[in-house]
């Protein structure tokens, strides 16, 4: 019996991020499914994980018993998918909206399989209320035989929650110490350098307190570099700041496994998307969202939409601080995150009690598989 996911990589990582995510944690709570991937950019997933190999060779790849499939060899997958009454077909979890290959359609469409097949649609995360309103909501398709329905990610028991990996169903120990990670789309990021070099290596802070800026690699490197380094330029002698070599560390690309790791180590967060933003909620870390930014800024009713899941954990003075800098990023509005750095210390309390409400709503492949099993889809 399969369970097949398909995913298109179209914002550099967090889509494959969450794609690969979701299957690891299946092939790992459960046995009785193997597991296909099938991907549109091998390039982009090998970033994250170093057993891909880009290649266009006619075959697929097996990673820790997940077969992953690439999406537009139409000859190779109508070959093997259309198999035993198109058997790999009989579960297919569609990933944000991605469409289907044109070799599938036409099995599921044109060749009129025996089988039933569920398609079971899982959107990209969101706070809004949709989530809850869409979440097991079934749709129709051009065939009796291929029925389908949304199961919606969310911050709620009404959704299907978070993946929550082995790795991440307790909050790691806070790390007071530890280096700042910076993930951004492309922007100017002068102010935040600026509040980031405050917080990390403020002229009162001792030698051995002072933090680094961990930059990882994406659309937003380059703009957030040259931010910094413009920040290292003299300042006069009021200010003494260690070389810019010793303060910015610039990271390769880092399988989930060891980004994950990274990650726990910080002392705070400037996060971007959806893979990596669901796992700094987890992480109990105070962290600053920038989302992806869309047309007539519609990323601000996605941001708000979180900002108030997360209200009730928090102070209301250090939700103000919280809500400031978030909306400032998203914004582009005074872009002024110096108070946020500042208040990060009496912050953590907040964001750790929003990470374990996000635990009670259990793992969203668990509660996928006990949705899957609970209706004898398979």
Same mark, same amino acid.
């Given at each position: ?98 469409? @289907?290959? *044109?070799?599938?359609?036409? %099995?599921?469409?044109?060749?009129? /399989? =025996? ?5 079971? #649609? ?118 003494? @700041?260690? *070389?810019?070599?010793?303060? %910015?560390?610039?990271?390769?690309? /880092? =399988? ?5 790791? #990274? ?116």
């Amino acid at each position: 019996m399969y369970i097949t996911i398909l995913c298109k990589v179209v914002d550099n990582f967090g889509d494959i991020g969450v794609a690969w995510r979701l299957c690891r944690r299946l092939a790992k709570i459960q046995s009785k499914y193997k597991i296909c991937l099938v991907v549109d950019d091998l390039e982009a997933f090998s970033k994250i994980e170093s057993n891909v190999i880009a290649s266009e060779a006619k075959q697929s790849i097996i990673i820790n018993g997940i077969e992953i499939f690439p999406w537009n060899d139409d000859a190779f997958c109508h070959e093997v998918f259309s198999q035993n009454d198109g058997e790999r077909l009989s579960l297919i979890l569609e990933l944000f909206q991605c469409g @289907r290959p *044109d070799w599938m359609e036409h %099995i599921l469409f044109e060749e009129k /399989l =025996n089988r039933t097949v569920q398609i079971i #649609m899982i959107d990209y995360l969101t706070a809004e209320k949709y989530a809850e309103d869409f979440h097991c909501l079934q749709s129709l398709t051009r065939s009796a035989k291929v029925q389908k329905v949304n199961f919606m990610p969310g911050f709620t028991q009404k959704t299907g929650g978070l993946v929550i990996d082995d790795e991440w169903q307790e909050i790691p120990e806070y790390k007071a110490d530890g280096p700042v990670l910076v993930f951004t789309y492309e922007n100017d990021w002068s102010k935040l350098a600026e509040s980031l070099i405050d917080y990390c290596d403020g002229p009162s802070t001792p030698l051995r307190d002072r933090k680094k800026v961990l930059l990882a690699q994406g659309r937003g490197k380059e703009s957030m570099l040259q931010a910094l380094k413009q920040e290292f330029e003299p300042a006069g002698p009021e200010r003494s @700041r260690r *070389d810019e070599t010793s303060f %910015i560390e610039e990271l390769p690309y /880092l =399988n989930q496994n060891q980004w994950d790791k #990274m990650m726990k180590e910080c002392s705070a967060l400037v996060i971007r998307g959806e893979e990596s933003m669901s796992r700094a909620c987890l992480s109990g870390i105070p962290f600053i969202w920038h989302a992806y930014p869309q047309s007539d800024e519609y990323q601000l009713v996605k941001v708000k939409a979180l900002l108030e899941r997360m209200r009730q954990h928090f102070k209301q003075a250090d939700f103000e601080i919280v809500e400031k800098a978030w909306l400032d990023i998203n914004g582009a509005n005074n872009m002024s995150f110096s108070q946020f750095f500042e208040a990060v210390p009496r912050l953590v309390p907040g964001f750790r009690d929003f990470a374990a409400s996000l635990r009670k709503n259990g793992d969203l492949a668990a509660n996928l598989m006990t949705y899957i099993e609970k209706l004898a889809i398979i």
